[in-house]
């Protein structure tokens, strides 16, 4: 499946580029089930084509109208969303119990690599109490998701680039009704795939390799 893999700071990065997001639940599920303490943490860049995916705590009176677009009931957190190309998917294979990652330190990191990342293209994001993600000015522009099985993580976030808003409608996003959607193009900045997803890749690798020196310092 991997389009491209390098491994940085000890952490392996795979960009996938556009890939179903049934075939990339299943090989997170897969890998997870089966890595070791000795098992590489890996964070996977990917898009995929036009999916609403159902979180655990999801309720089907908030999809208001799918149409055409498919519904996969997926594993993560968190209630419904949207899936489309235009859209960059950041994917977190971590063992939290290595890093010493709390869940709520996993979303508060997640939340920061987005924040960081809008920052650079001159965006500002911030969170919101009570309801996970980054918005910009009201708008929600990124989403989190994860799982947790055996102390490690998969699922990850979703940032919204240049996309299609329309299928936001058909929704109450992450289970909110009315919640206004945007992406990066809407905030006047064009920014390539390839430009976000390596910007994604600096600010998550930089964010975990602060946590590995805490940890090594602490033990």
Not at 13 to 39: M, N
Not at 47 to 67: C, D, N, R, S, Y
Not at 176 to 197: A, H, I
Request: aromatic content about 6%; charged content about 20%; hydrophobic content about 40%.
């Amino acid at each position: 499946m991997p389009r491209s893999s390098e491994s940085i700071a000890g952490i392996e990065v795979r960009r996938l580029g556009l890939v179903p997001y049934e075939t990339v639940f299943a090989s997170q599920a897969e890998y997870t089930s089966v890595r070791s303490e000795t098992s590489s943490d890996q964070v996977w860049l990917v898009e995929h084509p036009a999916v609403f995916t159902m979180g655990q705590a999801a309720k089907a009176e908030h999809i208001l109208a799918a149409g055409d677009i498919p519904i996969v009931q997926s594993d993560r957190g968190g209630q419904v969303t949207y899936h489309g190309p235009g859209q960059t998917v950041v994917y977190y294979l971590l063992d939290l119990k290595r890093l010493q990652l709390s869940v709520r330190d996993l979303v508060t990191l997640a939340e920061t690599v987005v924040i960081d990342s809008l920052a650079a293209f001159g965006i500002r994001g911030e969170t919101k109490h009570g309801a996970p993600g980054v918005y910009v000015n009201g708008s929600k522009i990124a989403a989190l998701g994860f799982r947790i099985r055996k102390g490690c993580s998969y699922h990850g976030l979703s940032l919204n680039r240049a996309m299609d808003l329309e299928p936001f409608t058909r929704i109450n996003p992450c289970g909110f009704r009315g919640l206004k959607v945007t992406d990066v193009l809407n905030q006047g900045v064009e920014v390539s795939r390839g430009e976000l997803e390596a910007e994604l890749i600096h600010q998550s690798l930089m964010h975990l390799s602060e946590r590995l020196s805490s940890r090594a310092i602490i033990g």
